[in-house]
């Protein structure tokens, strides 16, 4: 993986179930990955490996969901053989909502 978050960009992550009361359009998004029209969008971490997030695969919005999504499952994906999943250093923290109307 590319830019891997270090712990204290972690730390400053929600934990899993502290946002669950915010309505989805206002949950906000801390870290953004991606790799090709792959996007992975974290709301919260677990402290350990996993996130929970809003995941889209190759650009398909219909099928796109929130979930559970494994950060050493991000560091092992391999494209071609060299090609990794970056984390977005340019991500601005802001809610869901405002992430999606950027993407339309």
Not at 15 to 33: G, P
Not at 49 to 55: A, I, N, Q
Not at 71 to 91: M, T
């Amino acid at each position: 993986m590319w830019n891997e978050p270090t712990e204290k960009d972690l730390v400053a992550l929600p934990r899993i179930y502290e946002t669950e009361s915010i309505a989805i359009d206002e949950k906000i998004i801390h870290m953004h990955f991606f790799i090709g029209a792959c996007d992975w969008y974290a709301a919260e971490y677990d402290g350990e490996d996993k996130f929970f997030g809003y995941v889209i695969l190759n650009g398909d919005l219909d099928c796109a969901e929130w979930g559970y999504f494994s950060l050493e499952e991000l560091k092992s994906i391999k494209v071609k053989g060299w090609a990794e999943i970056d984390r977005d250093l340019y991500w601005k923290t802001r809610p869901f909502g405002e992430v999606m109307k950027e993407r339309s």
